[in-house]
């Protein structure tokens, strides 16, 4: 029987890589998002290769995301693998700099949109004794760096959470894996700079920074290995970089 894969923040970056391999390798697919054009488009290329639904809501809205999981069709409501993907940072600056809203998106987004999700899908994983959680955490998880601050704070909640979920999962035969990134290219930058297009392409300048399709890819490798094998935690650096601040640009 095919699975089925949830996938939130598919509508950019590594939730649409991963949505792409995904459905090349056929497994059908929830994709979620808050930008409805994109998600429709990308329903439409993929539905060439397998089936796919969206569900176009935010995660840091509790009900938004209830609601939204309650309205899965029944031959969707069984999830089998998770991946919570969606997240940014908002702002880069001291703490005694920082913007209170910016924080509030952050905590919100990163953390509490992580586990409503997990919150609403987790039952029929537990009931089934079967699934697969994967959890995109970042360096931001494992480092504090200078001005990183809150969005450092969110990611290490997300470590925290992925070794929670572990212990309290694993004994439900569920499979719990975090993926800690260092810089990707994406649209990550451009949301933290607030649109700053300028400012966001410096991040990626001067060095060949990981794309979405090589994390996405990664994400594929920890859900195929035998179900007896759990890859807990991984983190994963483009070649240039060695650190959350140490890079080799040229
Ligand atoms: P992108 O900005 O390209 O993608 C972010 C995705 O998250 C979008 O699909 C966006 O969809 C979704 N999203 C953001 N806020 C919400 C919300 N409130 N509700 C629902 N969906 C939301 O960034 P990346 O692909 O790089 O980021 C994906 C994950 O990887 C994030 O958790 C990020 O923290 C993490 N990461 C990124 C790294 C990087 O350097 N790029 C490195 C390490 C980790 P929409 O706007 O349509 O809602
Ligand atoms: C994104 C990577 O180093 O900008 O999580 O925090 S970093």
């Known amino acids: 029987m095919k699975q089925t894969a949830f996938i939130t923040g598919a509508t950019s970056g590594i939730g649409k890589a991963t949505a792409e391999i995904f459905a090349k390798n056929n497994i059908r697919l929830v994709l979620c998002g808050r930008r409805a054009d994109r998600l429709k488009a990308l329903q439409t290329s993929l539905c060439k290769l397998t089936d796919v639904i969206t569900l176009e809501f935010d995660v840091s809205k509790r009900t938004e995301v209830k609601t939204a999981i309650d309205s899965l069709p029944e031959n969707f409501k069984q999830i089998d693998i998770l991946i919570n993907n969606a997240g940014n940072a908002h702002g880069l600056s001291t703490l005694q700099d920082g913007d209170l809203d910016d924080w509030d998106a952050m905590i919100d987004i990163n953390v509490k949109g992580l586990l409503y999700v997990s919150k609403a899908i987790i039952p029929q994983m537990t009931e089934r004794n079967k699934g697969f959680i994967v959890n995109i955490g970042s360096i931001a998880a494992k480092e504090v760096y200078p001005n990183g601050n809150v969005y450092c704070a969110s990611k290490h909640a997300v470590n925290a959470l992925n070794k929670a979920m572990r212990i309290d999962l694993h004994k439900h035969n569920i499979r719990v894996a975090a993926i800690h990134p260092g810089a990707v290219e994406t649209e990550f930058s451009e949301v933290r700079f607030k649109g700053d297009i300028e400012k966001a392409a410096n991040v990626y300048k001067g060095y060949k920074a990981l794309q979405a399709e090589d994390i996405a ?15 807990e935690d991984l983190v994963v650096y483009s070649t240039a970089q060695a650190s959350a601040t140490i890079l080799n640009k040229q």
Do not use: A, G, S, W
Request: glycine residues 0%; hydrophobic residues 45%.
């Open 217 to 231: 890819d990664i994400i594929h490798f920890v859900i195929t290995r035998p179900y007896h094998v759990n890859i």
